[in-house]
Nanobody, 123 residues
Framework: QMQLVESGGGLVQAGGSLRLSCSAS????????MGWFRQAPGKEREFVAT?????????DYADSVKGRFTISRDNAKNTVYLQMNSLKPEDTAVYYC???????????????WGRGTQVTVSP
């Protein structure tokens, strides 16, 4: 059973940056596809980014964050990151990391989830 713990959220002004981290509890972390999702108040959870297993050579981003966010992983540290630049108020949400065995944008295909970290972007 994998446990995921997110950190790095907070309050930032529009145009600023944050780096989210997600630490995993299993030694097999490298074998999992990792994803970031977010959920704003009153909205459904939406896909943000995903990174392939092992070397992380394949990444995918939602159009709304492409060019501003970067997903990466460090398998030696069992950690996946989300670097968020040029933040906008519409990026305000709870951000979740998740693990899957198949690369997908569909939240339903992710087997393990963290509890989330709040990101608030002020105008």
């Amino acid at each position: 059973q994998m446990q995921l713990v997110e950190s790095g959220g907070g309050l930032v002004q529009a145009g600023g940056s944050l780096r989210l981290s997600c630490s995993a509890s299993v030694a097999t972390f490298g074998s999992y596809v990792m994803g970031w999702f977010r959920q704003a108040p009153g909205k459904e959870r939406e896909f943000v980014a995903t990174i392939s297993a092992w070397s992380g050579g394949i990444t995918d981003y939602a159009d709304s964050v492409k060019g501003r966010f970067t997903i990466s992983r460090d398998n030696a540290k069992n950690t996946v990151y989300l670097q968020m630049n040029s933040l906008k108020p519409e990026d305000t949400a709870v951000y979740y990391c998740a693990a899957a065995t198949l690369r997908s944008r569909a939240a339903s295909l992710y087997d393990y989830w963290g509890r989330g970290t709040q990101v608030t972007v002020s105008p």
